[in-house]
């Protein structure tokens, strides 16, 4: 499947159709369009051919393939979501989040309808399926393709830390949460858990000492957040660490037989390798399955930088930029080029 989770709410559409700016009296970042559109529900079951192929599903919500060439997009996915008074307010927040969000490594809102009864959200379609899917599913990824995913994901994270109006904290950071196209570029995609206008920590407002509000999956979330329940943006970095950690050894974040997170697994391994190089120890932890096609230094550095996200105390982790910038200059295969927006681009052939 080619998609995974969004958030959007059943609300019924206006009768109109009209496009709207990203920016419009809001300061909002544009799309590459400059407009996202605002469906009628009639427009969304036409696309969708009356919601007749599913591509994806979570716990409150379905997603849709959804036909788009007659405004010249070519397919699309639509998600429709149960909705309610609370979910009607998450879907407003995501909303604004995403109107805000142009970034090659994060998925696009191509359009929405948001009446009081029903509604969706419309996104480009991202064919080649999610990456927990392709690494722990189907085949084997490439250790070139590995080191270009996590550099995208640093990106996208970047962006939303650092370059948006207003920082944007993802808070559920995981694999299935980065879609692949067909050139295994990846996308950032699930707003529902992100939080916005701050840039340190914030006290989810139902949080407290005695009940934390929990989001996000086992072994990526933060332990921090688990204690105190603030949110920030070394949440998000703690997520991609473990994600770089998944992309090196092949191992998944979680493991029910032995009843451990990744990062407790090779907590031990980790130290060693900061301590003394111990490179043997770096070898053992890269995926078998690549049968030693991989650069050894570009294996050290990855677990490196995934060590130092992991770190218990936040303050200790590094910023995206900074783990780009390391990037940048320990991983050689990637071919690092300057685009005109000043983000970095890579290359991976």
Known sequence: MGWLWFGCFKLRCRKSTSTVRPDQNKGKDVGVEGFVRKFRW????????????????????????ANLSGSGQGQGAVKIHAGGDRLNQVFRQELDILLRLHHHNIVKLLGYCDDLEEGAMVFEYVSNGNLQEKLHESEVLSWKTRTAIAFQLAQAIEYLHEKCTLQIVHGDIKPSNV???????????????????????????????????????????????????LACKKNDVYSLGVIMLELVTGMKAFCPE?????????????????????EEKVAALVDPRLSGQ??????????????LCLHQSFTVRPSASQIIQTFREKITSIHFLVSHDKDYGYNAA
Do not use: W
């Not at 427009?43 to 393939?65: A, H, K, M, P, Q």
């Not at 995609?189 to 929990?214: E, H, I, N, W, Y």
């Open 258 to 278: 032995r009843g451990q997170v990744l990062a407790s697994i090779v907590a031990q391994d980790l130290r060693e390798i900061g301590e003394h190089g111990a």
């Open 294 to 307: 991989f650069d050894l230094e570009e294996a050290k550095a990855l677990l490196s930088i995934a060590a």
């Open 179 to 229: 879609l692949l196209d067909e050139n295994f570029n990846c996308k950032l995609c699930d707003f529902g858990s992100a939080k916005m206008g701050f840039s340190s920590t914030v006290q989810s407002p139902s949080c407290s000492r005695t009940k934390q509000l929990m989001v996000g999956s086992p072994g990526y979330t933060d332990p921090h957040y688990m204690r105190t329940g």
């Open 42 to 65: 009639e427009e969304i079951e036409v696309v969708t051919e009356d919601f007749s192929r599913v591509i994806g599903r979570g716990g409150f919500s379905n997603v849709y393939l």
